[in-house]
Every structure is written in structure tokens, then in C-alpha cells.
């Protein structure tokens, strides 16, 4: 049986993403501050604007605007004539404090939102991830270190990824197809982009073994792609919760993920349900696993817990064995994930999941479990 996967990505300068990326260095420089914060920062961007906006409860002080600039600059917005650049953008903060209602209403120890949130992890690549996903992330991240590295100069900020990925009988078998698109400067020719492209990025960044005489490469489909970023495309943070987390190889929860602290628990539950699911898998009791909880605002723990595997595994007792090794807690994910850090900016770009960092302990595996899961099933 033939099946299609696909996976989104996006390069550091794509609009939306900047948002998230904002939002996040936002975050991390509150809870290096007071690791107790509690936020949820939205940030929009426009032609020449930040606009960052949510909610906060914090004992700490950070220059808004000058994170917001110093992240722009960071991620390579540094020209005028990019339209939008982090030393003459315009940054306006209506942040306000976080409801009386949910602060009285949801105790320490309870969930900060209501929501669905899902994990998901295959035995198909080395990190556990879906293909289409890591080749996807894997260019965009050439693409941008590339720029950075003044290796590629005529590659701009923003550009995308996506990858379409041919299974069979739950297997990669061959990508379909890669579309890339990048923006850049306007002196340089389309052959001499798509050129560039192939041999810098694709070649470096696709498995030869699943491309065949078939495999469409599109490379900037409509032709120039000069004006890009926010001067083109208005940024909001959450609008990537795809390419954030498993493409289409998974169910999303619905929630975005950057801005948000760690009682949040749509992230931080996020982070726990790919942890579980990843040992399931590590352990060998199955290919293919995905987790799906539900949370209610002010609850301890979920009101829906279930696993699903490709495998036969008596899943009541897959259900109750999980519940018993992992503290689904919202104050037990904190704890163990260790998530009041300053850890956020890093995942806001090339997924959340797959990661290999000092700080993405949702990627760790502890071999205590996994002798514990295989002596179970």
C-alpha cells in the first residue's frame, strides 16, 4: 500500500517564523530573570513594525523593543533594502498583566490552558522523526548557514521547504518531490540560483538513495523572489504548527507553541507526549507510536490519555504502564523536562522534535525506561 507524507519547513527570515523566534527570545530573557514567569507573547510583524502583545505575570524586567531589534539583526535583517530591517524597525509593546481570573482559578500545580496535544515518533530515521521532516528542516537550516556564513551572499532571509515523501507498507521508499524557494538579491540570474541551490543545498541536504529519475525539484516556482519577509507577507506567531512539530505524519493538537512558558501546558504537555512516544519506540516494542492527551485548565493531570502503536500491544496495559513511569503532571513534566530555562529560542526554528541539544531534554532517552517498557512487553 502506497502512502504520501509531506513536511513543511521554513527559513529563519520567513515572516511568521521571525515572529516566533521573537517571541521566544522574549520568553527566555524573562525566565532567565524569574523563572517563574508566566506568559503568553504574541507578536505581529509588518513592513517596518513589531507588534508585541499577550499576557504576563513576572517578578522581572526586559527591554522589549531591544530584543525584539537584536533578534531581527540576529537573523540577518540588517539591510534597508530588505524593507525591514532590526536598526530602524518600529517596535510597539501592549503587553498587560495575565487574567485575575486564571491567576485565582488555576492552582500551582494545575494546567494553565485547556487543549489537545500529541506526540509521535517512528522508528523510520536515526532521531525517531518522519523523513519528510528532517530533509525539510535540514534545508532550510543550509539555506540559512549558508547566508550567514556569506557562502551563498545572494541568498536573502526568508524561504521554505517542502518536502512530499512516497511510502510503502509503512516505509520511505522514494521522495516525490522538493520544493524550494529562496529569496534573494536582485542581481543574481535564475540559473545561477537554482544552481546554487542543487549543488549547496540539495545535494547536501536530500538522501541520494530516495531520489529516482522521477523526483520533481522545483526551485522557486513563480521565478523572482526578491521582496520577501515582512515586506511582503504580514508575520504572526502560531501559524507554523505543522512544520513545528510532524508534518503530516501526525495529527496536530491545534496549539502554537512559541511564546507560551511552561505551565502552558499545551507546549510543555507537547514536549512530554514526544518523550513518551519516543521511548516506546527507542524500546523497540514498536515502529510507529503516537501519544494524545487532553488537558482541562486547572486540572492535575489529563482527562484523556491514549497510545496508539502499529503493533498488537494490549493497549490498556500500554496505557496504565505509561501512566505509571511518566509523571503527566503539568508540575512532573516541568520537573522533568527541566523546562524553567531558558531553552525556547532555540526550538523556535527547524522543529520543535528531532532536535539534538544540550537543552532539548524531550529528545533525551533514559535507558532505565527502555529496560523497563521491554521487560513489561
Same mark, same amino acid.
Given at each position: 500500500?502506497?502512502?504520501?507524507?509531506?513536511?513543511?519547513?521554513?527559513?529563519?527570515?520567513?515572516?511568521?517564523?521571525?515572529? +516566533?523566534?521573537?517571541?521566544?527570545?522574549?520568553?527566555?530573557?524573562?525566565?532567565?530573570?524569574?523563572?517563574?514567569?508566566?506568559?503568553?507573547?504574541?507578536?505581529?510583524?509588518?513592513?517596518?513594525?513589531?507588534?508585541?502583545?499577550?499576557?504576563?505575570?513576572?517578578?522581572?524586567?526586559?527591554?522589549?523593543?531591544?530584543?525584539?531589534?537584536?533578534?531581527?539583526?540576529?537573523?540577518?535583517?540588517?539591510?534597508?533594502?530588505?524593507?525591514?530591517?532590526?536598526?530602524?524597525?518600529?517596535?510597539?509593546?501592549?503587553?498587560?498583566?495575565?487574567?485575575?481570573?486564571?491567576?485565582?482559578?488555576?492552582?500551582?500545580?494545575?494546567?494553565?490552558?485547556?487543549?489537545?496535544?500529541?506526540?509521535?515518533?517512528?522508528?523510520?530515521?536515526?532521531?525517531?522523526?518522519?523523513?519528510?521532516?528532517?530533509?525539510?528542516?535540514?534545508?532550510?537550516?543550509?539555506?540559512?548557514?549558508?547566508?550567514?556564513?556569506?557562502?551563498?551572499?545572494?541568498?536573502?532571509?526568508?524561504?521554505?521547504?517542502?518536502?512530499?515523501?512516497?511510502?510503502?507498507?509503512?516505509?520511505?521508499?522514494?521522495?516525490?518531490?522538493?520544493?524550494?524557494?529562496?529569496?534573494?538579491?536582485?542581481?543574481?540570474?535564475?540559473?545561477?540560483?537554482?544552481?546554487?541551490?542543487?549543488?549547496?543545498?540539495?545535494?547536501?541536504?536530500?538522501?541520494?538513495?530516495?531520489? +529516482?529519475?522521477?523526483?520533481?525539484?522545483?526551485?522557486?516556482?513563480?521565478? %523572482?523572489?526578491?521582496?520577501?519577509?515582512?515586506?511582503?507577507?504580514?508575520?504572526?506567531?502560531?501559524?507554523?504548527?505543522?512544520?513545528?512539530?510532524?508534518?503530516?505524519?501526525?495529527?496536530?493538537?491545534?496549539?502554537?507553541?512559541?511564546?507560551? +512558558?511552561?505551565?502552558?501546558?499545551?507546549?510543555?504537555?507537547?514536549?512530554?507526549?514526544?518523550?513518551?512516544?519516543?521511548?516506546?519506540?527507542?524500546?523497540?516494542?514498536?515502529?510507529?507510536?503516537?501519544?494524545?492527551?487532553?488537558?482541562?485548565?486547572?486540572?492535575?493531570?489529563?482527562?484523556?490519555?491514549?497510545?496508539?502503536?502499529?503493533?498488537?500491544?494490549?493497549?490498556?496495559?500500554?496505557?496504565?504502564?505509561?501512566?505509571?513511569?511518566?509523571?503527566?503532571?503539568?508540575?512532573?513534566?516541568?520537573?522533568?523536562?527541566?523546562?524553567?530555562?531558558?531553552?525556547?529560542?532555540?526550538?523556535?526554528?527547524?522543529?520543535?522534535?528531532? %532536535?539534538?541539544?544540550?537543552?532539548?531534554?524531550?529528545?533525551?532517552? +533514559?535507558?532505565?525506561?527502555?529496560?523497563?517498557?521491554?521487560?513489561?512487553?
Amino acid at each position: 500500500m502506497k502512502v504520501i507524507k509531506s513536511a513543511e519547513a521554513v527559513c529563519q527570515g520567513h515572516p511568521d517564523k521571525t515572529a +516566533d523566534i521573537i517571541a521566544d527570545a522574549i520568553l527566555d530573557e524573562l525566565i532567565m530573570k524569574d523563572p517563574y514567569t508566566k506568559a503568553s507573547i504574541e507578536v505581529l510583524i509588518t513592513t517596518g513594525l513589531v507588534h508585541v502583545s499577550g499576557e504576563l505575570s513576572t517578578d522581572a524586567y526586559v527591554d522589549i523593543p531591544n530584543i525584539a531589534r537584536s533578534a531581527l539583526i540576529e537573523i540577518g535583517y540588517t539591510k534597508p533594502e530588505y524593507g525591514f530591517d532590526g536598526y530602524t524597525a518600529g517596535v510597539i509593546s501592549t503587553i498587560s498583566d495575565q487574567s485575575p481570573e486564571i491567576a485565582l482559578g488555576v492552582p500551582l500545580e494545575g494546567a494553565g490552558d485547556t487543549c489537545i496535544v500529541v506526540g509521535y515518533a517512528t522508528s523510520e530515521t536515526e532521531n525517531l522523526m518522519p523523513l519528510p521532516c528532517n530533509i525539510a528542516n535540514r534545508i532550510t537550516q543550509s539555506i540559512d548557514q549558508l547566508r550567514k556564513d556569506d557562502i551563498v551572499p545572494f541568498f536573502r532571509p526568508d524561504g521554505k521547504a517542502v518536502v512530499v515523501v512516497e511510502y510503502e507498507n509503512g516505509k520511505p521508499v522514494r521522495i516525490d518531490s522538493v520544493t524550494v524557494l529562496v529569496q534573494h538579491e536582485p542581481y543574481v540570474s535564475e540559473l545561477e540560483l537554482k544552481n546554487a541551490v542543487i549543488e549547496k543545498v540539495i545535494k547536501e541536504a536530500v538522501p541520494e538513495e530516495f531520489i +529516482d529519475r522521477n523526483t520533481n525539484i522545483v526551485i522557486n516556482p513563480i521565478g %523572482r523572489f526578491i521582496i520577501g519577509g515582512p515586506m511582503a507577507d504580514t508575520g504572526l506567531t502560531g501559524r507554523k504548527t505543522i512544520a513545528d512539530a510532524y508534518g503530516t505524519a501526525a495529527a496536530s493538537g491545534g496549539s502554537a507553541f512559541s511564546g507560551k +512558558d511552561p505551565t502552558k501546558i499545551d507546549r510543555s504537555a507537547s514536549y512530554m507526549a514526544r518523550y513518551i512516544a519516543k521511548h516506546i519506540v527507542a524500546s523497540g516494542i514498536a515502529d510507529e507510536c503516537n501519544v494524545e492527551m487532553v488537558y482541562v485548565i486547572g486540572g492535575e493531570y489529563p482527562v484523556s490519555f491514549n497510545i496508539k502503536t502499529n503493533t498488537d500491544l494490549d493497549s490498556e496495559k500500554l496505557n496504565r504502564k505509561i501512566k505509571d513511569i511518566f509523571d503527566l503532571s503539568p508540575v512532573g513534566i516541568i520537573e522533568k523536562l527541566k523546562l524553567r530555562n531558558p531553552i525556547y529560542k532555540e526550538t523556535a526554528i527547524y522543529g520543535h522534535f528531532g %532536535r539534538v541539544g544540550e537543552h532539548t531534554t524531550w529528545e533525551e532517552i +533514559d535507558k532505565n525506561i527502555l529496560e523497563e517498557l521491554r521487560d513489561a512487553f
